[in-house]
T-cell receptor, first 118, second 113 residues
Framework: AQKVTQAQTEISVVEKEDVTLDCVYE???????LFWYKQPPSGELVFLIR??????QNEISGRYSWNFQKSTSSFNFTITASQVVDSAVYFC???????????????FGKGTHLIIQP | SQTIHQWPATLVQPVGSPLSLECTVE??????LYWYRQAAGRGLQLLFY??????ISSEVPQNLSASRPQDRQFILSSKKLLLSDSGFYLC????????????FGSGTRLTVV
């Protein structure tokens, strides 16, 4: 069975600090997809990134970067020079490859509540 | 472009009353559809998913049911709500094939009183 662990329940940093959110996953499949979503106080889930299991290249998008390491089953997310608007709950999620694609849905971690203090 | 609509945004219902939450997707055909629930404490739990009209798979035994009467319509229902049904309900869709992602609706915040 697949599982996603976000050990950090809550992180609080001062604005402009860098912060890393950890994500560790478990799966028996060799083909799978990893995701990060942001959930602001309004509640909607905002898609940030999707990474497939064959692509271990790190990705950078502005102040956001992701470090995917299959050897440690981790997919960590770093925000550089954090801003107050980054305050939200962040979810890491896993989906396994199925015939026809995606039918079984996402398995989410419990989320990390990130608080950026001004 | 594809869009997903979910309503209502908030709902307060008494214990024992029925429930119907609706989700529709536009701009795509034959999507996979999902209902998730987020109870207090933030975890997101998959409740139901559907790969086609009339095809529903349940992940968790509960007081809820789902139906897919049309290709792009997904409905979450209950005959009698329990206090424990309170939570934030999110509908999502995904495409087919290997290059898919998941897009979520804006959610319904349900409070059972």
């Amino acid at each position: 069975a697949q599982k996603v662990t976000q050990a950090q329940t809550e992180i609080s940093v001062v604005e402009k600090e860098d912060v890393t959110l950890d994500c560790v996953y478990e799966t028996r499949d060799t083909t799978y997809y990893l995701f990060w979503y942001k959930q602001p106080p309004s509640g909607e889930l905002v898609f940030l990134i999707r990474r497939n299991s064959f692509d271990e290249q790190n990705e950078i998008s502005g102040r956001y970067s992701w470090n995917f390491q299959k050897s440690t089953s981790s997919f960590n997310f770093t925000i550089t020079a954090s801003q107050v608007v980054d305050s939200a709950v962040y979810f890491c999620a896993l989906s396994e490859e199925k015939s026809g694609g995606g039918a079984d849905g996402l398995t989410f971690g419990k989320g990390t509540h990130l608080i950026i203090q001004p | 472009s594809q869009t997903i609509h979910q309503w209502p945004a908030t709902l307060v219902q008494p214990v024992g009353s029925p429930l119907s939450l609706e989700c529709t997707v536009e701009g795509t055909s034959n999507p996979n559809l999902y209902w998730y629930r987020q109870a207090a404490g933030r975890g997101l739990q998959l409740l139901f998913y559907s790969v086609g009209i009339g095809q529903i798979s349940s992940e968790v035994p509960q007081n809820l049911s789902a139906s897919r009467p049309q290709d792009r319509q997904f409905i979450l229902s209950s005959k009698k709500l329990l206090l424990s049904d309170s939570g934030f309900y999110l509908c999502a869709w995904s495409g087919r094939g290997t290059n898919y992602g998941y897009t979520f609706g804006s959610g319904t915040r349900l409070t059972v009183v």
